[in-house]
């Protein structure tokens, strides 16, 4: 049975910088792609960007463009989320996602948490003003 572990989160000051990990356990084959989303509190959970397992493309969402970057390292199941300058708004619980396969022949970006098969049990972020 897959498993997705966060971890890295923890207490930071605004205009600081965190990276996130992901570890997959029990994968019987790589998936499509992962994703990484955030839950503030009493807010609908918020897509931040996805990466494409294989050939490692990224798409990240408006709201964290410029200062979140998704990679990850195959060769060790685990994505990551690196991102700075980071605000009080970013206070949320982190989560990762993976998506087991595609129904579309290109490169194709998911970013809606319906999408999603499987879900780690989520970091939480806390930026301090």
């Known amino acids: 049975q897959v498993q997705l572990v966060e971890s890295g989160g923890g207490l930071v000051q605004a205009g600081g910088s965190l990276k996130l990990s992901c570890v997959a356990f029990?994968?019987?084959?790589?998936?499509?792609?992962m994703g990484w989303f955030r839950q503030a509190p009493g807010k609908e959970r918020e897509f931040l960007g996805t990466i494409i397992w294989t050939g490692g493309s990224t798409y990240i969402a408006d709201s964290v463009k410029g200062r979140s970057t998704i990679s990850s390292d195959n060769a060790k199941n685990t994505v990551y989320l690196q991102m700075n300058s980071l605000k009080p708004e970013d206070t949320a619980v982190y989560y990762c996602a993976s998506k087991r396969s595609s129904t579309y022949i290109e490169v194709y970006y998911y970013t809606n948490i319906d999408e999603y098969d499987k879900w780690g049990q989520g970091t939480q972020v806390t930026v301090s003003s």
């Open positions: 029990g994968w019987s084959s790589s998936p499509y792609a």
